[in-house]
């Protein structure tokens, strides 16, 4: 029996009432277990439609955001996906359902370690947690069919537009970190040339810059 059946048929048909259609995004956020993802402290409200503080100060995303930033990525089985802030784990959790492979970077090395645990737990073997500064991407695994960036900066890091494969979408929400960004969707036509397309207003933590290291 699952404890939490209802509380997940309930969360599933509020993200389908709001627009969520496709049906792997549907299946991936029904098989990842949201709970596991959140603070005990906050258990009650796993499953209610907002944000939650995680450790180092972050925060978990809202699911509506979630299951709207994983349709829009239009992710195909066979892609390798890049996330940028890995925080609880839980969005890769939910690409990993989409994708062969996922990438997915943090700073904080306490939210990468609890992640990937969890990630470790329910047998999510295709994703690869990497603690480092996430505006550099991952070089040493690039490239990607699809990156999405978790967290907000005035403009996209030129590393991450380097690595994304040509044809490639990438979301990323972009504006004042601290205020509303416009959740943005860039498909690389060729090597420079960028189409954008604004999506819905977010508000994300910000994308912080990496750790000063001694020279
Ligand atoms: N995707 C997460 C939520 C992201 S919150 C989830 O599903 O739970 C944003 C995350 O980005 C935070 O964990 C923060 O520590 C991380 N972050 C901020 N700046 C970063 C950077 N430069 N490199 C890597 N991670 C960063």
Redesign the pocket.
Known sequence: MDPRAEDRMKFLLSLRTRGIRDLRVLRALELVPRER?VDPEYDDLAFADQALP?E?G????QPLV?AFMSEALLVEPGHKVL??????????AILAHLADRVVT????RT?ADQAADRLRLLGLEQVKVIV????LGAPEEAPFDRVLV??AAAEVPQALLDQLKEGGYLIAPIGPPGGVQMLTRIRKKSGAEFDREDLMAVR???????KATAS
């Open positions: 993802f995680i180092c972050q925060t978990i995303s979630v996330e940028i802030g890995t925080g609880s784990g839980y969005q890769a970077v943090e700073r904080y939210l480092g500064d996430g505006m978790t967290a994300f933590v910000p994308l912080l810059p990496g």
